[in-house]
């Protein structure tokens, strides 16, 4: 297994950590809210803003892992009714522009994390957030991304284990 492949690995690894523990915690930091603005009468000036941030982790950090896994939603009507070696065809096209899209959402996300770091914009609430926190996700999900798509495109293992399950 080759360095960017097991970097990858390590990578995927940590996504999964990070989202298990975002939806452990984002469940509870929903029911402390709730519960504080209507039982007690007393509503958190944090709950709504670490909330989206930890959705925005949800969001963009598994791209990748969906990607490296051939996870993603997608609709497979006419796929479906081409033969394996069309099938084969799609998927590389698809991976290209999936990796096209992600090289354009870290170039912009590294653009936006960059600028909110050198204006030092910090969120528009008590908590005053380092923007460039959150910002930083979008760009550091779509090179997981890129990574992940380059990374089944050239990898004829992968190629091969893809043509079979859909094939």
Known sequence: MGIIARATQCANKCVVGLGVAALGVLPLIVF??????????????????????????????????????????????????????????????????????AACIAWLGWKLTAHSWQQSQVSATLLAVPLWLPHALIPLGGLLLLISAAGALVDPIERTRHDRTQG
């Open 32 to 101: 402390y809210d709730v519960a504080a603005r209507y039982v007690f009468n007393a509503p958190t000036i944090w709950a709504t803003e670490i909330s989206i941030y930890l959705l925005q982790l949800l969001v963009f950090l598994p791209m990748g892992l969906l990607t490296s896994q051939n996870e993603h939603i997608r609709s497979t009507l006419l796929v479906d009714r081409l033969p394996p070696r069309a099938r084969g065809v799609l998927y590389r096209v698809s991976l290209v522009l999936i990796a096209l899209l």
